[in-house]
């Protein structure tokens, strides 16, 4: 007895990947597409899960931010807020009343909810001609388009919203705001200097905030093999260890080009990501970098989660899928866990020469 289409599905979900699938249990696409069951029921699920399935081992902006889920309403608010500190009690004292500092005087932040959709087309001819692999080949690329999107959202927010410690376009108008990254000439050149790290992190402590994770875009990684080489006279702000010079090996570890050696060189030891989400100017070769603690970084707060429709446009033999989540984004704590350098130069940074001091002699 032949199966029913909703067999097929079910068997085809659950199966094994080595599992071997019988010329009676195949589904065509273009049997899938055509039975309303199917098409309103299961084939959303299959179609949801290869979306996510697509998205969820490249994007990290998602992974830093705490999910809320809001099932009524589209704004969400989110007052700065003190901390509470514990105390000593002393035998048969009472125990001391803490309350929550809810600071009204800084800026609150609201968090607005819209949708985030896109639809893609799929002809008739492409449905009866083709199989699984391209139809899924759309829903993949839909569903890379949408974490895409979250991304975008969320870096825009911490750059936005993010307290802002350097600024190298500001610098003509306040020295303060450069950093103090030197060339090899011994000039400021707009790079990142030990200083600089140090203050970022700083401004985060002051803040009440504790450190963990810096960004950077994925193109400022050979930086840090770059300062690797030059490190021989120093060290730079993004790491400069282990390098054989004149055949001397200077302290290791050992000069490696791989991304993940990278981590443990900056002067603190924070884990270093790469996104491509992050600024960088091709034109201009300036690059932004963000240090974070991501306990405290922002949330993600959520209407509608993925949800996929389809229908028929028989005026064109067409199929249509509608992708669509209803979610905002946004900073907590005013963005004061976020700490931003902004418009710093893709070059290396070398060590600041040292300092010769000549003194008279009568």
């Known amino acids: 007895m032949p199966l029913s289409l909703e067999e097929k599905l079910s068997k085809l979900m659950t199966a094994?990947?080595?599992?071997?699938?019988?010329?009676?249990?195949?589904?065509?696409?273009?049997?899938?597409?055509?039975?309303?069951?199917?098409?309103?029921?299961?084939?959303?699920?299959?179609m949801q899960g290869v979306m996510r399935t697509a998205a969820e081992p490249i994007y990290l902006g998602t992974k830093l931010m705490r999910r809320i889920n809001k099932s009524k309403g589209t704004t969400i608010e989110f007052?700065?807020?003190?901390?509470?500190?514990?105390?000593?009690i002393a035998e048969g004292m009472p125990y001391p009343i803490?309350?929550?500092?809810?600071?009204?005087?800084?800026?609150?932040?609201v968090i607005k909810t819209g949708k985030v959709g896109l639809i893609v087309q799929v002809t008739d001819e492409t449905i009866q001609e083709s199989d699984w692999d391209v139809v899924g080949m759309h829903l993949q690329e839909a569903g890379r388009a949408m974490a895409r999107r979250k991304e975008e959202k969320i870096f825009n927010e911490f750059m936005t919203h993010g307290w802002t410690v350097f600024d190298n376009?500001?610098?003509?108008?306040?020295?303060?705001?450069?950093?103090?990254?030197?060339?090899?000439?011994?000039?400021?050149?707009?790079?990142m200097a030990v200083e600089d790290i140090i203050d970022m992190y700083a401004a985060l402590a002051l803040n009440g905030f504790t450190p963990t994770d810096v960004l950077l875009?994925?193109?400022?990684?050979?930086?840090?093999?770059?300062?690797?080489i030059i490190g021989v006279f120093g060290q730079a702000a993004f790491g400069g260890y282990g390098v054989t010079y004149n055949n001397v090996t200077y302290p290791s570890p050992a000069l490696k080009l791989?991304?993940?050696?990278?981590?443990?060189r900056l002067p603190i030891p924070l884990n270093v990501l790469f996104t491509p989400f992050m600024p960088f100017d091709f034109n201009t070769k300036q690059f932004s970098m963000i240090m974070i603690d991501r306990n405290e970084v922002?949330?993600?707060?959520?209407?509608?989660?993925?949800?996929?429709?389809?229908?028929?446009?028989?005026?064109?033999?067409?199929?249509?899928?509608?992708?669509?989540?209803?979610?905002?984004?946004?900073?907590?704590?005013?963005?004061?866990?976020?700490?931003?350098?902004?418009?710093?130069?893709?070059?290396?940074?070398?060590?600041?020469p040292p300092i010769i001091r000549t003194k008279a002699v009568q």
Not at 16 to 39: C, G, K, L
Not at 258 to 264: F, Y
């Open 16 to 46: 094994a990947p080595s599992e071997e699938v019988s010329a009676s249990e195949f589904v065509s696409i273009n049997e899938v597409f055509t039975s309303r069951d199917a098409a309103t029921v299961m084939l959303p699920k299959v």
């Open 79 to 88: 007052p700065s807020v003190g901390v509470l500190r514990a105390m000593d």
């Open 98 to 109: 803490q309350n929550l500092d809810v600071q009204r005087h800084r800026a609150t932040t």
């Open 169 to 191: 376009n500001a610098r003509a108008q306040y020295p303060e705001a450069g950093t103090r990254g030197l060339g090899e000439a011994g000039l400021a050149n707009d790079t």
């Open 217 to 228: 875009h994925t193109l400022t990684m050979p930086i840090f093999w770059r300062n690797e």
């Open 258 to 264: 791989n991304p993940e050696d990278v981590q443990g």
């Open 298 to 352: 922002g949330v993600i707060v959520v209407n509608t989660d993925m949800a996929v429709e389809q229908w028929d446009v028989p005026e064109r033999d067409m199929r249509a899928i509608k992708v669509m989540e209803r979610y905002g984004v946004g900073c907590l704590h005013s963005g004061r866990a976020v700490a931003v350098a902004k418009n710093i130069a893709y070059a290396p940074t070398y060590p600041q």
